[in-house]
């Protein structure tokens, strides 16, 4: 689930975890996921998307993902996340939200946050996202995601939240002891966005492992201190409380970088626009973009070395948009010259990008259907994660709300 995308951006079975011996991993293991291949466009540690149809208790894997409504909505966050939505309802029960409740951990422009979180939903179905099949909602609109955040916040160590990565960064960034809190608690409610709907598998991208692997550790400490037993002798089913999210890591275009600097990912908080590709950007800008891009000297084109940043990243644009293998880009590629490489990959955006332009002028031009969209994703999801934060409150002793007074 990214600071900027859940993908937080959130599926597991409930007694796979140790009760005895529990230590924190998320601080000291690099890369804690083990890894298997389930088929050619993700890597994920579920065993499968779908449980045995025989099976009377036969249901989907859940996945839950997010994006946050700041900035123009860029290539890294279509070809990173969204667009690997798009796969993903097909096989899985699907949970997609805009986290607009994550953007106001940073200033933040308010009169832009309404217009930003309804473009950013409408992008979400002009991709390709279908709400027939998957739910698609605004994360402040489902009270849960802050009520399960506050019950998370009392079994979270700080030093695990001091010592996350993106906390330090940005935190340097804004001053040291002038950021917020939410800064530094943000990695609890991306957890609680993961937990609050027992999701199964995560999609994430190689720089959201540390915040995955808090919601596992938390999920696992929550689970041991008031789950089991305990639960049950409080009128609880017993057993685990939470689900323990595994990682599902998009082989291609995971991690899309800067136009301007190949060894950093393209980001909407970067300061020039020429840095990124944005949904929305006209034909003639993103020719302007990529004819501009920075490039090497080397001959030819070739994927991943090490010396060639710029170059790996805009064939791995271009093998995804193109819906061409790596193979097949590298052999067309191995002989180009960037002057003759350049114009065939910004053809190749802007007809890739097109259609998704259309629909998305088509979904905000019709009145009305958008926030039916999200109004009905919201019931659906609020039915989840309402069942999660009852539990949890049942499990940790809270005095039960007379729903007949």
Same mark, same amino acid.
């Given at each position: 689930m990214a600071h900027a995308t859940l993908s937080h951006s959130v599926i597991l079975s409930s007694s796979r975890f140790s009760r005895l011996g529990y230590a924190s991993k998320f601080l000291?293991?690099?890369?804690?996921?083990?890894?298997?291949?389930?088929?050619?466009?993700?890597?994920?540690?579920?065993?499968?998307?779908?449980?045995?149809?025989?099976?009377?208790?036969?249901?989907?894997?859940? #996945?839950?993902? *997010?994006?946050?409504?700041?900035?123009?909505?860029? =290539?890294?966050?279509? !070809?990173?996340?969204?667009? %690997?939505?798009?796969?993903?309802?097909?096989t899985y029960e699907t949970l997609f939200f805009i986290v607009d409740l994550h953007a106001i951990t940073l200033p933040y422009d308010t009169k832009e946050l309404r217009k930003a979180t309804r473009d950013t939903a409408a992008l979400y179905l002009a991709c390709g996202v279908d709400v027939s099949k998957a739910s698609v909602f605004v994360q402040s609109h489902v009270r849960a995601h802050v009520d399960l955040m506050w019950l998370l916040s009392s079994s979270t160590p700080i030093g695990w939240l001091q010592k996350m990565t993106q906390f330090k960064e940005k935190s340097r960034k804004e001053g040291g002891e002038n950021a917020a809190v939410a800064l530094l608690t943000y990695p609890v409610?991306?957890?609680?966005?993961?937990?609050?709907?027992?999701?199964?598998? #995560?999609?994430? *991208?190689?720089?959201?492992k540390q915040h995955l692997e =808090?919601?596992?550790? !938390?999920?696992?400490?929550? %689970?041991?201190?008031?789950?089991?037993r305990k639960w049950k002798k409080l009128g609880g089913r017993g057993g685990s409380i939470f689900k323990i999210p595994e990682?599902?890591?998009?082989?291609?275009?995971?991690?899309?970088?800067?136009?301007?600097?190949?060894?950093?990912?393209?980001?909407?908080?970067?300061?020039?626009?020429?840095?990124?590709?944005?949904?929305?950007?006209?034909?003639?800008?993103?020719?302007?973009?990529?004819?501009?891009?920075?490039?090497?000297?080397?001959?030819?084109?070739?994927?991943?070395?090490?010396?060639r940043p710029e170059c790996n990243n805009l064939l791995s644009v271009y093998q995804i948009v193109s819906g061409k293998t790596k193979e097949e880009v590298s052999e067309e590629c191995k002989d180009m010259s960037w002057g003759t490489f350049k114009p065939l990959l910004a053809d190749a955006l802007i007809e890739h990008l097109s259609p998704i332009q259309v629909r998305y002028q088509e979904i905000t031009?019709?009145?009305?259907?958008?926030?039916?969209?999200?109004?009905?994703?919201?019931?659906?999801?609020?039915?989840?994660?309402?069942?999660?934060?009852?539990?949890?409150?049942?499990a940790m002793g809270f005095y039960p709300r007379n729903s007949a007074s």
């Open positions: 000291r293991n690099t890369n804690p996921f083990p890894v298997r291949l389930t088929g050619e466009s993700f890597r994920c540690c579920c065993s499968s998307a779908t449980t045995d149809e025989t099976s009377p208790s036969a249901r989907r894997k859940r #996945v839950v993902s *997010g994006v946050q409504p700041t900035g123009s909505i860029h =290539l890294g966050n279509y !070809l990173g996340a969204i667009k %690997n939505w798009v796969a993903l309802q097909d409610l991306m957890s609680a966005d993961i937990l609050l709907y027992q999701a199964d598998c #995560v999609p994430v *991208g190689e720089d959201q =808090l919601a596992r550790d !938390l999920a696992q400490r929550v %689970n041991n201190i008031y789950g089991g990682p599902l890591i998009p082989q291609a275009g995971a991690r899309v970088m800067s136009l301007t600097d190949g060894l950093s990912k393209m980001s909407k908080s970067a300061p020039s626009d020429q840095s990124r590709i944005n949904l929305l950007d006209s034909k003639d800008l993103i020719a302007d973009k990529i004819k501009r891009c920075k490039t090497d000297s080397f001959a030819g084109l070739e994927f991943d070395n090490a010396e031009a019709e009145t009305g259907y958008l926030d039916k969209v999200l109004s009905e994703g919201a019931d659906r999801a609020t039915e989840i994660a309402d069942a999660t934060v009852h539990n949890l409150k049942q």
